[in-house]
């Protein structure tokens, strides 16, 4: 079993930050690609930024220079710092991972955490 559990999320103004963290547990033999997505009400889930396991990163054109994704290996760990939030970045924020589990035979899935509420609001 593996399980990723969201922190950080809350209500800020606009121009004001927040910080993001995911944490995995389980029966992890590794992890490659960790990311972040975000579902908007009425909208699709949409990726925000993603992090290979060798740091390469990649970012939706609507936060680059506003959001910073940084992995902790060591850890199983994904952050996400939010610079600059908009109104429009209101959303519930998902990480993602695609991680190899422990087995006789070892095979690599995909895994959700349960959505943490951004809401910025003045």
């Known amino acids: 079993q593996v399980h990723l559990v969201e922190s950080g999320g809350g209500v800020v103004q606009p121009g004001g930050s927040l910080r993001l963290s995911c944490a995995a547990s389980?029966?992890?033999?590794?992890?490659?690609?960790m990311g972040w997505y975000r579902q908007a009400p009425g909208k699709q889930r949409e990726l925000v930024a993603s992090?290979?396991?060798?740091?390469?990163?990649n970012y939706a054109d609507y936060v680059k220079g506003r959001f910073t994704i940084s992995r902790d290996n060591a850890k199983n760990t994904v952050r996400l710092q939010m610079n600059n939030l908009q109104v429009e970045d209101t959303a519930v924020f998902y990480c993602?991972?695609?991680?190899?589990?422990?087995?006789?035979?070892?095979?690599?899935?995909?895994?959700w955490g349960q959505g943490t509420q951004v809401t910025v609001s003045s």
């Open positions: 389980g029966n992890i033999a590794s992890i490659s690609d």
């Open positions: 992090i290979t396991s060798d740091g390469r990163t």
């Open positions: 993602g991972m695609s991680i190899t589990v422990y087995a006789v035979v070892p095979y690599e899935d995909a895994y």
